[in-house]
């Protein structure tokens, strides 16, 4: 079972994107692993050279070469206080998490991991924009709705070279989130480039502080709910269901979800929304984890709304925890997607918090939609493909909206 927050490891489950506000959504408690001292869990060697050699126990490989290293370092760079022995221990395990060459995988120093910890907190400040790594090269998965990211023209696939001038190539993606955050009324400055465009964009994004509700609901006066999830967190499963008993009561004629810019969040919110439109026991997603028999999660009964037409609306923003709901809805065809292809990231994050007050964030699992279709690096087609264009962005338009109220009052 993946839960929200098991109290027992300090684990949280989760498969969003990072954000550049620091949202990580994430919880953050001790466990029993010590990094410092004993960091790797080893036993002493001797070594030609007299120094640290040692072998990782259970392991063929020795780490002579790293000790090596290490001891000339120690007695021969020039500057021998330019770096503390913990600051060569967190860099060794960064270049260690890093050579798996997975953006979602992130070692964490105490420092960082409490930044993040305050960001949970609700102390976010910043663009409002969640980040990846896609061939090196730094890239917006969303703005998030009503951020000044959003505001300022970001558009999800949009590349970032250069941030306040500096080139992010060398940057991890940390490094990239920690130059954008920043206090709110400051502005940051990003060099982007865009699908389509023959020369990059200078865009200057003033920072904020970032809130925003989970769930927002309007009513059109055609009888059609509107219900947009912005995120998927500790508060959306609250949020969605009281718009849903809300919503129940005056017999909706059609019901539009839109994840459109929705990075994703939590795994068991996503489950926990789909328990609203499916009846109770109905798979949901599948979870495929190393070393452990896969596991179909299934809605867990709470079937407020399986009778409303549904249409659910996506876009290449809407990603993890979103494509989850979407394609399970698709799958069982409990309603129609409606927009552009998602984004497709079809893997779940797990957090363990150390000792000393860092944190790795690492991929521990796959996840299929409950026909088994693998939507990463994919994503997933619409059943009705509605583009937005330049000309509705600039008019504030969303052509996407209205072709979902179209296709719901035809249905009637």
Not at 75 to 91: A, L
Not at 175 to 197: E, F, H
Not at 382 to 401: G, H, N, R, S, Y
């Amino acid at each position: 079972m993946y839960e929200l927050d098991n109290t027992s490891t300090g684990k949280k489950v989760f498969i969003g994107s990072l954000i550049a506000v620091f949202s990580f959504l994430v919880g953050w408690q001790a466990n029993s692993f010590g990094l410092l001292g004993n960091v790797f869990d080893t036993t002493k060697t001797e070594n030609s050279t007299g120094g640290n050699a040692e072998k990782v126990e259970g392991h063929d490989e020795n780490l002579n070469l790293f000790w090596d290293v290490w001891d000339k370092l120690d007695s021969e760079y020039v500057d021998k206080d330019k770096v503390t022995p913990d600051d060569k221990v967190y860099g060794a395990i960064k270049g260690l998490v890093g050579s798996f060459e997975d953006p979602y995988t992130v070692f964490m120093t105490p420092k960082e991991s409490k930044e993040f910890s305050e960001s949970i907190d609700g102390k976010l400040e910043g663009i409002g924009a969640e980040l990846t790594v896609e061939d090196k090269l730094l890239k917006i998965v969303t703005p998030l709705k009503g951020s000044p990211a959003e505001k300022s023209g970001i558009l999800p696939g949009d590349i970032i070279y250069k941030i306040d001038g500096k080139d992010t190539n060398d940057m991890s993606l940390f490094d990239a989130i920690m130059s954008i955050r920043g206090q709110k009324g400051t502005s940051v400055t990003l060099t982007i480039g865009r699908k389509n465009l023959d020369k990059t964009l200078e865009v200057s994004i003033v920072r904020a502080s970032i809130e925003i509700d989970s769930v927002t609901m309007e009513k059109t006066k055609n009888g059609i709910v509107y219900l947009s999830v912005n995120q998927f967190n500790g508060k959306t499963n609250e949020q969605f269901g009281k718009a849903a008993s809300e919503m129940i009561l005056n017999e909706p004629k059609g019901l539009i979800i839109d994840l459109r810019y929705n990075g994703g969040g939590y795994l068991d919110s996503a489950v926990e929304l789909l328990s609203y439109l499916l009846p109770k026991d109905t798979p949901a997603v599948e979870i495929r984890q190393r070393g452990k028999e896969n596991d179909m999660m299934k809605t867990n009964g709470n079937p407020k709304i399986t009778k409303v037409p549904l249409v659910v609306l996506v876009n290449e923003g809407s990603a993890s925890a979103s494509e989850i709901l979407a394609g399970a809805v698709q799958d069982l065809k409990r309603g129609i997607i409606m927009g552009t292809k998602s984004y497709g990231k079809g893997t779940v994050q797990e957090v363990d918090s150390f000792a000393d007050g860092s944190s790795i964030r690492m991929t521990i699992a796959k996840w299929f939609t409950p026909n088994g279709r693998d939507v990463n690096k994919v994503g997933l087609t619409p059943d009705i493909i509605v583009e937005l264009k330049d000309e509705d962005l600039k008019e504030k338009k969303d052509t996407q909206k209205e072709a979902a109220i179209k296709y719901l009052e035809e249905l009637r």
